[in-house]
């Protein structure tokens, strides 16, 4: 699933496209992309048409695009391969286009959500005082954000008694990291995944979001991470970061720091890559 980088990667082309339009039509094309919003497809096109589209939002991996003349917004459920793009009016439909959004200026261009297997979906939520979805409340501040607290993170960490690439993942506690990122900042930080977080000391909780920070910046900067021509930007253009992954994907190579073979392990029905030289795994 797309992490914090690939999500803002997709923000930032909404806010440049689809900021400050104005809706004046929507069609939705399959019932599943709506599915979150209880209402139904007829009342998600009758809300959101004849509103203007304010500043595209994001914290963590969950995308909104607030409605500029009332507190509630459009929420993006991008799932496993949900695509919002910006495509030409004459455009051709794509396969497996679910929903179309139309603007009321001469533009000549339209918001489409794409999305394969239709896990994904849009729908539309009530905003707090902070702007953010009412179904969002739980969900921490990610790395990338300024008013994330450093200390209270760490202080957290070492409460939940959890491990550390366990705790990474959970997004009630830092938002926006996902596994691949997780395993290219533990490798960065030579943790292993299964360390304890009661053990981790502030110097090492510091290093640790740097890393994570570095690692989705570079990733920022080459588009995010696109293994297949699911994850792309609103153009359709994929990422190149997985070209610079140290650790995530690649089983039996050698680790480009000490060359000992990295190796994969089943978690949590998904895989953790690591070098087994550079992060020792904890005693007992």
């Given at each position: ?139 921490a501040r990610d790395p990338l954000d300024p008013a994330f607290d450093d200390a209270a993170f760490h202080t957290a960490l070492r409460r939940r008694r959890t491990t550390v690439k ?101 978690w949590m029905n998904r895989s953790s890559y690591f070098c087994p030289n550079c992060q ?5």
């Amino acid at each position: 699933m797309p992490e914090l980088p690939e999500v803002e990667v997709v923000r930032r082309g909404l806010q440049r496209w689809a900021c400050g339009r104005t809706v004046a039509a929507v069609e939705v094309l399959h019932p599943r992309a709506v599915r979150r919003h209880p209402a139904g497809a007829a009342d998600f096109a009758a809300a959101l048409t004849g509103h203007p589209l304010g500043a595209a939002m994001r914290r963590g991996k969950y995308l909104w695009l607030p409605l500029g003349d009332q507190p509630r917004a459009v929420l993006a459920h991008l799932g496993m391969s949900g695509q919002l793009l910006i495509q030409p009016e004459s455009a051709p439909d794509e396969k497996h286009l679910r929903i179309r959004i139309r603007f009321a200026d001469a533009a000549g261009t339209e918001l489409r959500f794409v999305d394969q297997r239709t896990f994904g979906g849009l729908s539309l939520h009530d905003t707090g005082p902070e702007g953010l979805p009412d179904v969002m409340a739980h969900i921490a501040r990610d790395p990338l954000d300024p008013a994330f607290d450093d200390a209270a993170f760490h202080t957290a960490l070492r409460r939940r008694r959890t491990t550390v690439k366990r705790a990474l993942l959970d997004q009630s506690l830092i938002s926006g990291v996902g596994n691949i990122y997780a395993d290219e900042a533990l490798w960065r930080t030579r943790l292993h995944y299964e360390r304890p977080t009661a053990t981790l000391t502030r110097p090492r909780t510091a290093e640790l979001l740097l890393h994570i920070r570095e690692v989705m910046n570079e990733a920022l900067a080459a588009g995010g991470t696109s293994f297949d021509s699911l994850y792309v930007n609103v153009n359709g253009e994929s990422g190149y970061f997985d070209r610079s992954l140290d650790a995530y994907g690649r089983e039996d190579e050698p680790c480009r720091r000490c060359g000992t073979a990295l190796r994969r392990r089943p978690w949590m029905n998904r895989s953790s890559y690591f070098c087994p030289n550079c992060q020792r795994p904890p005693r007992g």
